[in-house]
């Protein structure tokens, strides 16, 4: 059974770090990857989507990765800012396409 | 405006109540999904729909009904069988293509049992 686990749990930076949020999971056999951003009592936004034959998507201060060889992914958020301030949820889409949901990483940007 | 409308908002139930969230789109998006949001935890999906007129369980449907007679809507039913329905849920939506497409999210309903 495909499961998905986000690490730290939670994360406070200084504005202005650079950043990296985990996302790993357990069976390569994956169609995309997307992280989300969910502020808190709203629904989410879609930030990258990366297809299961893709290695990297990039949007602005924002960098996603895919290794499926090692079942991982990484957010990479450039010059953090107060904004920032989510809960990021990576999810993938199996081979029954459904999606499947890490628990978060929320992340906290201090000014 | 193009996009996933969810309402109510919020949303309070009495023990042993059947309640129905509401959930449309004008994306012309054929696939629409239901999913629950504990506190502190991922999603999980509850039904899910690629056309109208048909949809498929989720991974925790029991004590859950939904339909689809329009492709613009896909209500939820919470019916008195959900034993803890106290939750924050979200309605996505897509075009077909398997693989290859992403979801959209609404914004939310949060329901609570009193």
């Known amino acids: 059974k495909q499961e998905v686990t986000q690490i730290p749990a939670a994360l406070s930076v200084p504005e202005g770090e650079n950043l990296v949020l985990n996302c790993s999971f357990t069976?390569?056999?994956?169609?995309?990857l997307q992280w989300f951003r969910q502020d808190p009592g709203k629904g989410l936004t879609s930030l990258l989507l990366?297809?299961?034959?893709?290695r990297e998507q990039t949007s602005g201060r924002l960098n996603a990765s895919l290794d499926k060889s090692s079942g991982r992914s990484t957010l990479y958020i450039a010059a953090s800012q107060p904004g920032d301030s989510a809960t990021y949820l990576c999810?993938?889409?199996?081979?029954?396409?459904?999606?499947?949901f890490g628990s978060g990483t929320r992340l906290l940007v201090r000014p | 405006d193009g996009g996933i409308t969810q309402s109510p908002k919020y949303l309070f139930r009495k023990e042993g109540q059947n309640v129905t969230l509401s959930c449309e789109q004008n994306?012309?998006?054929?696939?629409m999904y239901w999913y629950r949001q504990d506190p502190g935890q991922g999603l999980r999906l509850i039904y899910y729909?690629?056309?109208?007129?048909?949809?498929q369980k989720g991974d925790i449907a029991e004590g859950y009904s939904v339909s689809r007679e329009k492709k613009e809507s896909f209500p939820l039913t919470v019916t008195s069988a959900q034993k803890n329905p106290t939750a924050f849920y979200l309605c996505?939506?897509?075009?077909?293509?398997?693989?290859?497409?992403?979801?959209?999210f609404g914004p939310g309903t949060r329901l609570t049992v009193l």
């Open positions: 996505a939506s897509s075009f077909p293509g398997g693989g290859m497409v992403e979801q959209f």
């Open positions: 994306l012309n998006h054929d696939a």
């Open positions: 729909s690629q056309i109208v007129n048909d949809f």
């Open positions: 990366i297809q299961s034959s893709q």
């Open positions: 069976d390569s056999a994956i169609y995309n």
């Open positions: 999810a993938l889409m199996d081979s029954s396409y459904k999606l499947i």
